[in-house]
């Protein structure tokens, strides 16, 4: 499968792949995460979130990692297909998420393209 | 259960007027916050509105105003338009006050002229 270290704008894959998309985040306070994907012309659809107190959480063909050490964050896509391509962002916050009036602070996006 | 809900989708102001967003929450959902996209960006946050009162606001001028009504819709208005107000503005609900999956609205395309 596809992968890459740091984080950059465009990843491409084949259909059938498994893609990896990292996020590095920069508050070392922060302990809720959440990824999302955005398609063109819509708003971004929740996926997968992860508090800090994990290190590894899956969903239906998604794995987040979470590497506190290093605030660094990455979604598995396992099996890519071609509904994947889209801009995928990570988001991170405070106090597990609960805390009132708090921002979700998005980093940079990663746009995936999913040839067949 | 009904997701977010914002009209209209798409909106197109001259400089110097004055627009009104709306969006509804998720069923079950009473706290709802705004963020603004640029092309290419992030969504950034614009405030947060619970119980019918601001709750948190980001780096935006006062002109970004907002409401919260009794069955928790809300209104985002900006008030003199500028050229950089063109973007995706984008809603999003949850429960009492968090961020907790924070489910979003499809936006509102504002282009400004």
């Known amino acids: 499968g596809e992968s890459v270290g740091l984080h950059l704008p465009t990843l491409s894959v084949q259909e059938g792949d498994n893609s990896i998309i990292n996020c590095a985040y920069s508050n070392s306070a922060s302990d809720y995460f959440i990824w999302y994907k955005q398609e063109s012309g819509k708003g971004p659809q929740f996926i997968i979130d992860?508090?800090?107190?994990?290190d590894k959480r899956q969903g239906q063909r998604v794995t987040v990692l979470l590497n506190k050490t290093v605030k660094h964050l990455s979604l598995q896509i396992a099996a890519t297909q071609p509904g994947d391509s889209a801009v995928y962002f990570c988001a991170e916050n405070t106090q597990g998420g609960g805390q009132a009036g708090t921002a979700l602070i998005f980093g940079k996006g990663t746009t995936l393209s999913v040839s067949s | 259960e009904t997701g977010v809900t914002q009209s209209p989708t798409h909106l197109i102001k001259t400089r110097g007027q004055q627009v009104t967003l709306r969006c509804s929450s998720q069923?079950?959902?009473?706290?709802v916050s705004w963020y603004q996209q640029a092309l290419g960006q992030g969504p950034q946050f614009i405030f947060q509105y619970y119980r019918e009162e601001e709750n948190g606001r980001g780096n935006f001028p006062p002109r970004f105003s907002g409401l919260q009504f009794p069955n928790y819709s809300s209104e985002l208005n900006v008030n003199a338009l500028e050229l950089d107000d063109s973007a995706l503005y984008l809603c999003?609900?949850?429960?009492?006050?968090?961020?907790?999956?924070?489910?979003f609205g499809s936006g509102t395309q504002l282009s400004v002229l």
């Open positions: 992860i508090r800090s107190n994990m």
């Open positions: 999003a609900s949850s429960r009492d006050g968090g961020n907790e999956k924070l489910f």
């Open positions: 069923s079950g959902h009473n706290t």
